[in-house]
């Protein structure tokens, strides 16, 4: 099974080079299911909205995770009370609207998705790793529930996110990182089969500062009084995330490729 996650996608930029990029990578690289971080991909740079949303879907995305931006579109609220495929991180207070996980059947297949967020300098939110137990607790490959286990940590530091690799090493079939909009090259399978990425980088314009208009970015850095509130960089963007090959019978990785296409990075497809 080849299951395919892209990274923050960023503003109008990212949005097109999914909509232009992401049927046919799915169609030459045979995939058979798709995740991808929205949370930035109002025009704004900050959110997400319905159109966009349904438009990740008709691009091939079968769900759409979050993080720290997820309520920062008003249309979101709405989307997660009304979509089981749009995810918010599962350890927001419990008051929030829609689910942080979901059970998934595509192909004969349950794919289980879980989005994570971590607690250092992110918005306050629930012990990650006390949520993250409790998860393993209920779902285990191959017990019935859950062919494949895919998560997203959505946070700002490594140690968190290696941490974490390692409490589901064995128990997932990947977990990889999101937020900090720089794809790391240590994407690896674990001692114990589950593949792993850091961070999966962003689907945006990466000339740019992490997404945004780099010369505006600039002028708040040096504290010029003419600087704009960020807005994102609209340059053409490259398409940001790992392609893993699962066992059908394990549920554990395989194979993992990272898939950078488009834009001013080197490619990697």
């Given at each position: 099974m080849n299951i395919l996650i892209l990274g923050d996608v960023v503003g109008p930029a990212g949005v097109k080079a999914v909509k232009e990029k992401l049927p046919k990578i799915i169609k030459e690289k045979k995939v058979d299911f798709v995740i991808l971080n929205g949370e930035n991909a109002a025009d704004s740079g900050r959110g997400i909205t319905k159109k966009i949303f349904e438009e990740f879907l008709k691009a091939g995305a079968d769900v759409v995770t979050t993080g720290n931006h997820v309520w920062d579109h008003k249309d979101a609220e709405d989307i997660a009370s009304k979509s089981q495929k749009f995810l918010r991180p599962l350890n927001l207070p419990k008051d929030s609207p829609g689910s942080g996980e979901g059970i998934f059947e595509k192909n004969g297949k349950k794919f289980?998705?879980?989005?994570?967020?971590?607690?250092?300098?992110?918005?306050?939110?629930?012990?990650v790793f006390v949520e993250a137990k409790k998860f393993i607790e209920r779902f285990k490959l191959g017990n019935?529930?859950?062919?494949?286990?895919?998560?997203?940590?959505?946070?700002?530091?490594?140690?968190?996110?290696?941490?974490?690799?390692?409490?589901?090493?064995?128990?997932?079939?990947?977990?990889?990182?999101?937020?900090?909009h720089v794809p790391t090259s240590d994407h690896r399978i674990m001692e114990k089969g589950t593949a792993y990425q850091t961070d999966l980088g962003m689907s945006g314009d990466y000339n740019s500062v992490i997404g945004m208009n780099k010369d505006n970015s600039l002028k708040k850095f040096l504290k010029d009084s003419t600087a704009e509130n960020h807005f994102?960089?609209?340059?053409?963007?490259?398409?940001s995330g790992l392609l893993v090959t699962a066992d059908d019978k394990t549920g554990l990785a395989k194979k993992v490729q990272p898939i950078i296409l488009g834009g001013s990075l080197q490619e990697r497809v």
């Open positions: 289980i998705v879980l989005n994570l967020m971590g607690n250092v300098f992110m918005k306050k939110c629930d012990d019935g529930k859950a062919d494949f286990i895919i998560v997203d940590m959505h946070g700002e530091i490594t140690s968190e996110k290696m941490a974490m690799g390692y409490l589901f090493d064995g128990k997932a079939t990947m977990v990889v990182g999101t937020h900090t994102p960089a609209l340059g053409e963007a490259t398409i």
